[in-house]
């Protein structure tokens, strides 16, 4: 039976899960910090570093500091954000200009899956939606009103909140982790893939758990 990792991802992600998640892909870019200024972010995406405005509506996910804009409470994104993390910035572009919506540290597990599937390459992208399905090696969930469906390896990490009690309950009870035991139908996820014939899911971030 294929294993799939499973992580938690920090309890500051819990702010973020009850919002909905849009179905639309997002642009976004995985990468190590090189610079940080009051109002921009410097990440290096495959050799070369790319620069992001960082907004009064920048929104940031960091351990202590829950989802926390600039403008709310007077974040200082340097508190939270160290030259060298590596990060994954969501964006928007216009005018040659690149505004982040939202910047989130990355767990370790994260980190790793993002050098071995080199997705600091902004080609790789990210869909979100609803889980219509999940098996073992597939997951199928709905995005812009049509399934999608994408592989499962033995690779893929799944993060979300409370995956890690999950997890060790699970190896407790000697069970195996796939990836069935965390995702169901109806679950909010951002999944992250590389294409090809059948998009190759490599991480698979929980936003939100159907209500039960």
Partial sequence: M????MVAVLALVAAVMAAPVSAAPTKWVRGPVTALTGDSITVTVKGAESTFKIET????IARGAGSATREKGGVKFADFVKVGQYVEVRYTEA????AATEIRLLAAEEESASKEKDATVSGNASAQGTVVSVAVDSIVIT???ADVKFAVTP???VTGTGMG???RELQAAGK???????IGAKDQVVVYYTEG???????IRVAQKAAK
């Fill in 95 to 98: 005018g040659g200009v690149k």
């Fill in 57 to 60: 509506t920048t929104r940031l």
């Fill in 176 to 182: 195996a982790a796939v990836i069935t035991e965390f």
């Fill in 2 to 5: 294929k294993r799939v990792s």
């Fill in 165 to 167: 009690t999950k997890t």
């Fill in 155 to 157: 690779k893929t990490v």
């Fill in 197 to 203: 014939a059948t998009p190759t899911a490599f991480n």
């Fill in 143 to 145: 995005v812009d009103g």
